[in-house]
């Protein structure tokens, strides 16, 4: 290749990730490379996306878990594997109706205005107008999704899917319809699941209340958070061998303000050490209180209404809200002299997980489905191993929920969702459950029939996600390919909601688990290490980190400058150790983008001196190879291996830290050193380098591909066009039109050279050694320096000796001697390494007596400097006073003087003379 070829190369001076970004995007799709068809000569590996809320846009949860996932599929698909990355949306029932019911306020509006119908076609039209917002932004991201096959929970085909399941699970058992305590949330007005209930420590009351036993002068005192359900109590309860209230068993009491008479019952589930002893008992609101009544069959009396006020049951109170009705009843009991204490008490209360609206434990007729069946076979799936857990401490919180699972609550009742399949008939009253709309009752044939206005619970379409997207209920080829998928990447806190009941559906319909293995990535918190919500304002947004732009945080607006989707990706990934939780500021990204930057210059530089050399096509021979190519070729073929096995065990931080310490270190700051001067003299020398340069450059964009996709194919493509044979042999390292789809790097063992990575350890040692003392006395990096280098033993100087130019030039050295245990020269600087002496005579490289008093100053600056700390940190009005960090900040100074000084006080001693 002729100087003239240096016109080819098209990097200009600095990187520009959104023009790469946008063209290799756009060419991708454009090529299919995205996509994944039934290959049975193939081994297929599918992943499917966990469904973002359509009502969403992309935060930084979203951007690391997704992330994660196209590290795997990328991977993947360069190992030759089908690699299928199934995406899609969830039409996150509550959350999208909330959204369109605040639509229709701002006009005045609200749902029942405009009827069901109506409404739902509202929400198809927002759908319609927002619901791919999220995908694009992924796009943005880089996720290389098969966007062909995108699903959407409400489409024809998983509609259909979720009717067939329902049906199913209706006929042989597990569904079934009843009268049972759920959770109510009086804002959405529909039931919710005991894992859809957020709980939150709050400040509040424990008030303890007079209940007069009947014809005896004697009161019990209960205890109670919430006085308002004490309206409906139909029982009072203690401990069977409470010696206190053994007499009053089987006695009643009077209610007081209802004036009811209740019976005083004995049941082993009231502890008698909490409190009096003695506990009220509302079977239609309290979920223990519920059990209890059913064990005693208690009458069920519901005086909080699903509106959230009080029923005809609460008498006087009629009608008022249930917390106002709270403040009155509590005046009326003091009034009464019925109220005999209130205590602070801090205690969980039940919100709602959309709305935030505390949930009223309420008494309705609902659908369910039995767990224990479902759980039992999960349990088993995952004590055989066949689902694996990573990091593996996850596992056993997903086993306790699966081993004390509660029946699940799926009937919602609001507009958007899929319709529970179910019809009522007018005239006999029976029920037809079928997949299909029927048009008459199943029983007697009448056409009076109504379908259920309920619909069914969000996360019980998303747990058929796996297998419904591949076209189930039918035995379509893509299902029979690539189901069951190979590993689910998702949070930790929808292990319940999601990951199990996909586990139990998967087991149930498919006769085999959704997938073999699940990783659980962290929670990305702020900087400060608070979790990132709307309320803290303290997100991140992932477009503007990759774009730029404006962004509030902390109650400020900021602008900040476009990092490029390859920084966002290799910052987030660098942060991602096994699965914990990550503090994440804005100024973090800026390391993602200056290893972007360093590669980008190393590659031009790279590529400039490529272009220069004909490095032909012929296949090297080993004689041909130098120390340094030797060592190079050694230290790839090692970093190739760990990378595999980082990505075989999800470890995607060690991943993200062997490349970089390869890049950053071994190639860019001595590999592309050392090459510089062949480069310069040209000849045959020259060839190997450029031959050996070009191969490792080409090693390190496939190894560095999966976390920057963009920058890793804009260098590679350009890098063909400067070395078409840019391998060891005759033939390219990689052949295609895309890196994204070239195979994977794989370890060859017979470039390993641990001789070659021994002896470079030590002259790297030597050279740091070199700059560090450079660096003490203020002596200029480039300025020639004389050097004595004492060896331990004879091996190790033979192997400095032999390699003595390559220390001289990368350490700027202009006489280096070696030797055996050497004495240390007079007023010399050293360094004291394992099994070698660094010595830097420093006589004529300055003036010793002038660099003596400059020590002897700062020495005495620092010093006096750690008397006023020591003092302060001695002074206890201080440590009592001071706040804690101003404390530790002081500590931390110390720490730092103390280091100052010892520093100082060597170099001191390095310049007596005859030391």
């Not at 290490?529 to 730029?548: C, F, H, L, Q």
């Not at 476009?562 to 987030?572: E, K, P, Q, S, W």
Request: net charge negative.
């Amino acid at each position: 290749m002729s100087t003239t070829d240096s016109k080819n190369l098209d990097l200009p001076k600095h990187y520009q990730p959104a023009e790469v970004e946008a063209k290799w995007y756009a060419a991708w799709e454009q090529a299919k490379c995205f996509q994944a068809k039934v290959d049975n000569a193939k081994k297929p590996y599918t992943i499917v996306i966990p469904p973002p809320n359509v009502t969403g846009i992309l935060h930084m949860g979203h951007a690391l878990n997704n992330l994660l996932q196209d590290i795997l599929i990328r991977h993947a698909r360069m190992k030759g594997l089908n690699a299928l990355w199934l995406p899609g949306t969830d039409h996150a029932g509550i959350a999208t109706q909330n959204v369109v019911e605040r639509a229709l306020q701002a006009d005045g509006l609200h749902r029942e205005d405009i009827g069901r119908e109506k409404f739902v076609e509202r929400v198809w039209q927002w759908r319609e107008q927002y619901g791919s917002r999220i995908i694009q932004q992924l796009k943005k991201l880089g996720c290389s999704c098969d966007w062909d096959r995108e699903r959407f929970t409400m489409d024809e085909g998983l509609s259909a899917a979720v009717r067939e399941v329902f049906v199913k699970l209706y006929n042989d058992g597990p569904i079934y319809r009843g009268r049972r305590l759920i959770n109510w949330c009086v804002r959405c007005h529909t039931a919710l699941a005991d894992d859809e209930i957020e709980h939150e420590d709050k400040a509040g009351n424990l008030w303890h209340i007079r209940y007069p036993v009947k014809g005896k002068r004697r009161n019990l005192v209960v205890a109670t958070t919430r006085p308002e359900t004490m309206l409906g109590d139909t029982a009072v309860a203690v401990h069977p061998d409470d010696d206190r209230y053994k007499d009053l068993i089987g006695e009643t009491i009077i209610l007081p303000i209802m004036d009811r008479e209740i019976p005083i019952i004995a049941d082993e589930y009231v502890d008698p050490q909490f409190g009096t002893g003695v506990v009220k008992i509302t079977p239609a609101h309290d979920p223990n209180d519920y059990e209890m009544g059913l064990r005693h069959d208690l009458e069920q009396i519901t005086v909080i209404g699903p509106d959230g006020k009080m029923t005809e049951e609460a008498g006087k109170y009629t009608g008022l809200d249930r917390f106002r009705c709270r403040e009155r009843l509590l005046e009326e009991l003091a009034e009464k002299k019925l109220l005999e204490k209130t205590d602070d008490h801090n205690h969980a209360v039940g919100h709602c997980y959309r709305c935030n609206s505390v949930i009223e434990p309420y008494l309705s007729e609902q659908w369910f489905v039995k767990m224990k069946p479902l759980a039992e076979k999960a349990i088993a799936a995952s004590n055989d191993g066949k689902v694996e857990f990573h990091p593996p401490r996850w596992e056993r919180v997903y086993l306790s929920w699966l081993e004390n699972v509660r029946d699940w609550c799926i009937s919602r009742q609001i507009w958007w969702g899929h319709r529970i399949p179910v019809w009522y008939c007018e005239d006999c009253g029976e029920m037809t459950v079928s997949s299909t709309d029927p048009d008459k009752c199943a029983k007697c044939g009448s056409a009076k029939i109504a379908q259920d206005p309920d619909v069914l619970d969000t996360w019980f379409s998303s747990a058929l996600w796996p297998f419904s997207t591949l076209g189930w209920p039918e035995e379509t080829p893509d299902l029979k390919y690539f189901y069951p998928t190979d590993v689910l990447v998702t949070a930790r806190d929808i292990i319940y909601f999601w990951v199990a009941r996909m586990v139990m559906m998967g087991l149930h319909f498919r006769g085999e688990a959704p997938f073999s293995h699940v990783y659980i990535n962290g929670t990305i918190l702020d900087e400060n290490g608070a979790r990132m919500s709307k309320s803290r304002d303290n997100g991140i947004d992932p477009i503007v980190m990759i774009e730029g732009g404006k962004q509030s945080r902390f109650g400020k607006e900021f602008e900040y400058e476009g990092y490029g989707a390859d920084a966002v990706r290799y910052t987030l990934a660098t942060l991602t150790t096994d699965g914990q939780d990550l503090k994440l500021g804005p100024q973090r990204f800026e390391m993602g983008r200056n290893f972007i930057n360093k590669i980008w210059n190393a590659s031009r530089f790279a590529m400039m001196n490529l272009a220069q050399v004909d490095a032909g096509a012929e296949e090297i021979s080993a004689d041909k190879l130098l120390f340094e190519d030797r060592w190079i070729l050694s230290r790839l073929t090692q970093v190739t291996g760990e990378v595999s096995e980082c990505l075989a065990r999800y470890r995607f931080a060690d991943y993200a830290k062997a490349i970089y310490d390869f890049i950053w270190g071994d190639y860019c700051d001595w590999y592309l050193e050392m090459v510089k001067e062949r480069f310069r003299e040209g000849g045959d020398s020259a060839k190997t380098a450029a031959r050996v340069l070009a191969w490792a450059l080409d090693r390190i964009l496939v190894l560095l591909h999966p976390i920057a996709p963009f920058f890793t194919e804009e260098v590679w493509s350009n890098l063909g066009q400067v070395v078409p044979a840019r391998g060891l042999g005759a033939k390219p390292a990689a052949a295609g039109k895309f890196l994204m789809l070239c195979p994977w790097a794989e370890a060859d063992e017979t470039l390993r050279d641990a001789n070659a990575e021994n002896s470079m350890k030590k002259v790297q040692d030597v050279v740091r050694a070199v700059r560090n003392i450079r660096a003490k006395f203020n002596i200029p990096p480039r300025k020639e320096l004389p050097v004595l280098v004492s060896a331990a033993d004879g091996e190790t100087a033979t192997q400095l000796e032999n390699l003595a130019a390559l220390i001289k030039s990368q350490a700027y050295v202009v006489d280096l001697t070696v030797g055996c245990n050497a004495e240390k020269p007079q007023q010399s600087a050293a360094e004291v390494l394992e099994g070698v002496q660094v010595y830097v005579p420093l006589s004529g490289l300055m003036d010793v007596e002038v660099e003596k008093k400059r020590i002897a100053k700062e020495l005495e600056a620092k010093e006096k400097g750690l008397l006023g700390i020591n003092n302060k940190l001695q002074n206890q009005e201080f440590i009592r006073k001071a706040p804690k960090e101003i404390v530790e900040r002081e500590e931390v100074r110390k720490e730092e003087l103390v280091r100052q000084i010892r520093e100082l006080q060597e170099l001191a001693s390095s310049l007596d003379a005859g030391e």
